[in-house]
Structure formats: C-alpha cells, structure tokens
C-alpha cells in the first residue's frame, strides 16, 4: 500500500508569492497527478508525471523519483488559485490512484 | 482537452429512494471509469472501478447491492444509490481514464447528493 503525504495542509498566502507545495509517496510508482479542486467541487487534473519537470502557465510540477517526491508550484499568486490541491499516485501496475489528503490554499488579494 | 460530465450535477430525494447519476465521456473512449465519493474536507474515497462491458470491482466496505454501477459503453458508466439514506447524502465524482492514453485521467464535475 503506497503511503502519500502532502505538506503543508493548509497554506495562506498574499498574492504574488511563490507558492510551492510537497508531495512524498512511499512505494514506487508508474505516474503522479497533481489535481486542483474549487469549492464548487469540481477536479481539474492539472499535471501527470512519470519524471522530470512539467510547466503549464504559471505552475510548474517536479518529481523525483529516487527521492519518492512531488512539489507543485505556482508563481505570481493570485486569488483565482484558491483552492485544494490534491497530490495522487498510481502504483506499478494498478489501475486506481492513491490519494494524499490535500493542501488547502487561499490566496488573499 | 477532453470531458467528463456528470448528470444531475445538484440532486435532493427522500429517504428510500433510488437516485441514478451518469458519466459520460464526451470526446474520447473511456475503457476505465472510478466512482468516488467525498465528504467535506475529506480526501476522494474510490468506490469503484468500472470497465466497459464486465462487472465492477468494489473497494472493500462498499456495498455492491447498494451502489449499482453500470458501465454498458465506451462513454457511458452510471452509479445508482438504492433505497438512499440519510448517511448516503454527499459528493460523488466519476473519473474516466483515456483509452490510448492509459496514464491520463479525467475528472467529471460531482454530483451533489442530499437525502432526507
């Protein structure tokens, strides 16, 4: 069973700031999503990652897979980032995602 | 990118009822789709794993008798709550995983459920 922690669990920050959150997984893996979750309940996958770097606009994703660690982040903050930030990992060959428990972000303007 | 969407998004019913909610695919061929659930402030909790055209596989402590899933298509995968309950009130996500792309994963909107 894969173990996934993310930290911190809850982030205030103003906006503008470099946002930077963490993801460490205790069993290797095949892929890591980092998903983004509105108050409204909706999820947006915003990264996969099997290795190396992603960077979509403002956020950017990294794993290291010798390290078993995931870091999200967002630069230029701003209040439209709000939201919780979900860290899952599928383990080698499964099918179904393991869930961290999620980051809680706001973003005060 | 691609869609999921989820029908009803919002659904009040009284106690007893059977409520069913359906994802949909809308531009790609899902061979997977997952229910979740979620409670507030809660992490996803996976339910079950849907593949097109075989029975579902439960995580354990689900009731397969009380949360019916049908997956009769590529697109198409339905969670039915019989007889729901109060305890049953709470936000279900379908999630559908890419035919060719088997390591994408997409996320539909939720359905809201309140019984009372």
């Known amino acids: 069973k894969n173990e996934v922690e993310q930290s911190p669990q809850n982030l205030t920050a103003q906006e503008g700031e470099f946002i930077t959150i963490n993801c460490s997984y205790s069993v290797g893996i095949s892929a890591l999503h980092w998903l983004q979750q509105h108050p409204g309940g909706g999820i947006v996958s915003l990264f996969m990652l099997s290795s190396g770097k992603k960077k979509h606009g403002r956020l950017i994703a990294t794993i290291n897979i010798q390290e078993k660690h995931s870091s999200l982040h967002i630069t230029a903050s701003h209040p439209r980032d709000s939201a919780v930030y979900i860290c899952a990992v599928r383990n080698q060959g499964a099918q179904k995602l393991v869930f961290g428990q999620g980051t809680r972000l706001t973003i005060n303007p | 990118g691609a869609v999921v969407s989820q029908h009803p998004s919002w659904v009040i019913c009284k106690s007893g009822t059977s409520v069913k909610i359906e994802c949909r695919s809308l531009?790609?061929?899902?061979?997977?789709m997952f229910w979740y659930r979620q409670f507030p402030k809660q992490s996803l909790m996976l339910m079950a794993t849907s593949n097109e055209g075989s029975k579902a596989t439960y995580e354990q402590g689900v009731e397969k008798d009380k949360f019916l899933i049908n997956h009769a298509s590529l697109t198409l995968s339905t969670l039915t709550v019989t007889s729901a309950h109060p305890e049953d009130s709470s936000f279900y996500i379908c999630?559908?995983?890419?035919?060719?792309?088997?390591?994408?994963?997409?996320f539909g909107p939720g359905t809201r459920l309140l019984v009372l």
């Open positions: 531009d790609f061929q899902a061979t997977t």
């Open positions: 999630s559908a995983r890419v035919w060719d792309r088997q390591e994408t994963q997409y």
